[in-house]
Every structure is written in C-alpha cells, then in structure tokens.
C-alpha cells in the first residue's frame, strides 16, 4: 500500500513569491492533515479536512496561506506571498479516525 | 506555556548506551504518542501509549498519567537510532488535533 506523497521535497523562493504543495493521501483516508514545522521545533497543525470539508483552519495564516481538497482527495497548500518566517518543512499527514500517516514533507526556503 | 515540554534537547550517547528521553505534558490527554523523525524525513509512529508501558525491540514508552509525564527509552543504542524523537499528546477531544513537543534530537556515535 502507498503510503502519503508530497511533491515537491524542496522549494527555494523569493520574499513575495508563490508557492503550492501537493498531497496525496492513502487511499480511503477521510482525514488530510497540514502541519508546518520549523527548524527544530514539533510539527504545528495548520488546517485539516474531513472528505472535501475544512474542520478547523484556525492557525492557518489566512491572508496568504490557502488550502484546498476539492474532491476529497489530493489536496494542495498555498502560499500567495511568501515570507522569511514561512521557512519551514510542509507536513502532511493522512487518518481513518485513528492513527496519522505522515508524509516526507516539503522544505520551504524563503530568501 | 507550552503544552508539551521534551526533554533533553539534544543527546549524544557512544553506541551500546542506553537513551532515556521525557515528555512532560500540562493538559489532560486521551494518549500520547512517540514519533521518530530522520533528518529531513517523515514521521514514523514508534508507540500509542494512553497508558502504562509498551515494548517494541530495544524500545519502552510509558506514560504515567497522574504524573504528567511519558518516556521512551532506548536500550543498548545503535548509530541508526540517530535522528529527532517526538512526542505528541492527543486530547481527549481525539486524534485530530496532536499537540507535538520540540524534539530531542537523538546522535549516536560509533
């Protein structure tokens, strides 16, 4: 079984760039996590759905930050305008009411 | 303050030591669990311990709830345990919403 897949592994931009991760989860998984984690700190939930439905986007930085998963699926993170402070290693993980399965994450260099 | 306090930072041990790393939480939970992290990699679920202790191989985590704290431990360690540890406290509101610590960050020299 394939585990959860996020593309791209690495990003170098620019202040004020755009930026979008991809996901994709395990197959059957109702729940899709984003987490960003900075250097040497814990993973911190940004937004999270449940099929095609935000549950809780609260510490998502929404005047630039973005989420989507419009089928219930894939799902993809964006940054309009990106920031020295979003440098950070993109998580996300996947769950059928239970345990979460994490992807390899996307590193986030902003200049 | 934080929810999710690990401790150490950081330890270097000779290969054959043992590792004892500690999460001290400050909130109720419904479990916690202890994650590994290679350097630049995914998340790899080691234990879910709501309660007492759980082996895996050379690994134990217990968590004692009244005492507000869990630990894994790492016996006789080898240079490929080298990596970041993480603890995470589910609440009792359920596994959605994972509160990590910082990490220890684990180096094991040959």
């Known amino acids: 079984e394939a585990g959860v897949t996020q593309s791209p592994r690495y990003a170098v931009l620019q202040e004020g760039q755009a930026v979008s991760f991809w996901c994709d989860p395990i197959?059957?998984?109702?729940?899709l996590y984003w987490y960003q984690q900075p250097r040497d700190q814990g993973p911190q939930l940004l937004v999270y759905f449940r099929d095609e439905a935000v549950i809780d986007n609260s510490q998502l930085p929404s005047d630039r930050f973005s989420a989507v998963r419009p089928k219930g699926t894939n799902s993809t993170l964006k940054i309009q305008s990106a920031k020295q402070g979003d440098t950070a290693t993109y998580l996300c993980?996947?769950?059928?009411?239970?345990?979460?399965?994490f992807g390899p994450g996307t590193r986030l260099t902003v200049l | 303050g934080q929810q999710v306090q690990q401790s150490p930072a950081s330890l270097v041990l000779q290969e054959g030591e043992n590792a004892e790393l500690q999460c001290n939480f400050s909130t109720s939970l419904n479990s916690m669990q202890w994650f590994y992290q290679r350097p630049g990699g995914s998340l790899v679920s080691l234990f879910y311990n709501p309660s007492g202790t759980k082996h895996s191989g050379r690994l134990t985590s217990t968590t004692v709830i009244k005492e507000r704290r869990s630990s894994l431990h790492i016996s006789s360690s080898q240079t490929t345990d080298s990596g970041t540890y993480l603890c995470?406290?589910?609440?009792?509101?359920?596994?959605?919403?994972?509160?990590f610590g910082k990490g220890t960050q684990l180096i094991i020299q040959p």
């Open positions: 995470a406290l589910e609440p009792p509101e359920g596994a959605d919403r994972l509160t």
């Open positions: 197959s059957g998984h109702d729940t």
């Open positions: 993980a996947s769950s059928l009411g239970g345990e979460q399965y």
